[in-house]
């Protein structure tokens, strides 16, 4: 066995009512004026938050959209100028966390995230910026939170369908750690332990979405499927994801729940322990049938074709998934690719 990890300097907070430890966390980070980052509808919990930051509290940007338009990153920069910002605070999902980044990218400005979903991206030190149809990503340690606070309370009221496709987006994160080029034994323990707390919370919260047990077990799953996502490199699921979303706009979670299942029967082919691991979080000896079954009865998405796309779109799909390269455990042919992608545009896996 050979391997080599290296553990981000990241500190993170868990706990049920941990939003509170928020004026510890920008004292630890000597923070003076902090803009508060959020989505439209999540005005009432960032006014929540800048009532816990006191007299840090320097302005508040409820702007945030998925995929963080390039113009839209420019726009929330000017307005940590014009606050004199010295740090944000991201709360709310992946597109809030993700625009905090891009501030950070070029202002190099501290980030403290709150994540509400279990999209994961406050776990990396990944931005995406979106312009002219195209999503660009990059790895920067400046854009890393310096700080992340997860709170279950604040995830009682995320939607249920939210939680179903957003769950599957961490899952994938998992999946594809358990395969990654630069894997190892410790984000493998945090893939299968994650995708284990994760897989069995979400029915339960789809049940009773203001269960706070299952609500504490998803997002502890999602910390780790987080984890993994910011310790290795994601291979063909992540690239087919950030082409349906940054190139036809599907919605972010929705796609990666449907495509899931289609890449993991396609690469779990070729990557026995990674399979092993998920038999055993999911047990099931039928990891790609389970997946696929399992967001169908949560009510998410089943097929590439629900969300909108259509087989016309298939060329520029396999045109951008094969101009650059990117690890996978299985070589991906254009055949290979077009296959996948009918039988997700189908979705033959849950009928
Ligand atoms: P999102 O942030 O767009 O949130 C989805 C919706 O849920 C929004 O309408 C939001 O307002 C709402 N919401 C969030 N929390 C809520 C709560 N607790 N209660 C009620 N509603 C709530 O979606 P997302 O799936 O979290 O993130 C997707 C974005 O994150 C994409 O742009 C994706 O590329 C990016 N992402 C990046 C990384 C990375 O490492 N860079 C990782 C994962 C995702």
């Known amino acids: 066995?050979?391997?080599?990890?290296?553990?981000?300097?990241?500190?993170?907070?868990?706990?049920?009512?941990?939003?509170?430890?928020?004026?510890?966390?920008t004292e630890r980070l000597g923070l003076r004026r902090v803009l508060v980052l959020a989505a439209p509808g999540r005005r009432a919990l960032a006014e929540q938050a800048a009532t816990l930051l006191g007299e840090v509290y320097a302005g508040l940007f409820t702007e945030a959209r998925t995929h963080v338009p390039a113009d839209l990153a420019e726009v929330a920069r000017a307005a940590a100028r014009e606050v004199g910002a010295d740090g944000c605070l991201a709360l709310g999902g992946g597109s809030t966390i993700g625009l905090g980044k891009a501030i950070a990218l070029t202002t190099g400005l501290p980030v403290i995230s709150v994540p509400t979903t279990y999209a994961g991206s406050e776990m990396t030190p990944v931005w995406?910026?979106?312009?002219?149809?195209?999503?660009?990503?990059?790895?920067?340690?400046?854009?890393?939170?310096?700080?992340?606070?997860?709170?279950?309370?604040?995830?009682?009221r995320l939607p249920v369908d939210t939680s179903v496709t957003s769950g599957f987006n961490a899952l994938a994160h998992a999946v594809e750690a358990l395969y990654a080029p630069d894997a190892s034994p410790i984000v493998s323990l945090m893939a299968e332990e994650g995708v284990r707390s994760l897989a069995a919370a979400l029915p339960v919260v789809a049940a009773d979405p203001s269960g706070m047990k299952?609500?504490?077990?998803?997002?502890?799953?999602?910390?780790?499927?987080?984890?993994?996502?910011?310790?290795?490199?994601?291979?063909?699921?992540?690239?087919?994801?950030?082409?349906?979303?940054?190139?036809?706009d599907l919605p972010h979670a929705a796609v990666h729940t449907v495509m899931l299942p289609y890449v993991a029967a396609f690469n779990l082919l070729a990557a026995p322990p990674a399979e092993q691991a998920l038999r055993r979080a999911l047990a099931t000896d039928d990891v790609p049938g389970h997946l696929a079954r399992a967001s169908a009865a949560l009510g998410a998405p089943r097929s590439l074709a629900e969300l909108g796309l259509t087989e016309r779109d298939f060329d520029e799909i396999v045109a951008q998934a094969q101009n650059r390269p990117y690890a996978n455990p299985r070589p991906v042919t254009e055949q290979a690719l077009r296959s996948l992608l009918t039988e997700a545009l189908k979705g033959t896996l849950s009928p």
């Open 1 to 25: 066995m050979t391997f080599t990890y290296e553990s981000l300097p990241m500190r993170v907070v868990f706990g049920i009512g941990s939003l509170r430890q928020l004026p510890e966390e």
């Open 128 to 156: 995406g910026l979106t312009d002219n149809g195209r999503k660009r990503t990059g790895r920067d340690r400046a854009v890393l939170p310096r700080s992340v606070i997860y709170d279950p309370e604040l995830t009682l």
């Open 214 to 248: 299952a609500r504490t077990d998803a997002l502890r799953g999602a910390w780790l499927c987080g984890a993994c996502l910011g310790a290795t490199t994601m291979s063909l699921h992540h690239k087919l994801c950030h082409i349906l979303g940054g190139t036809f």
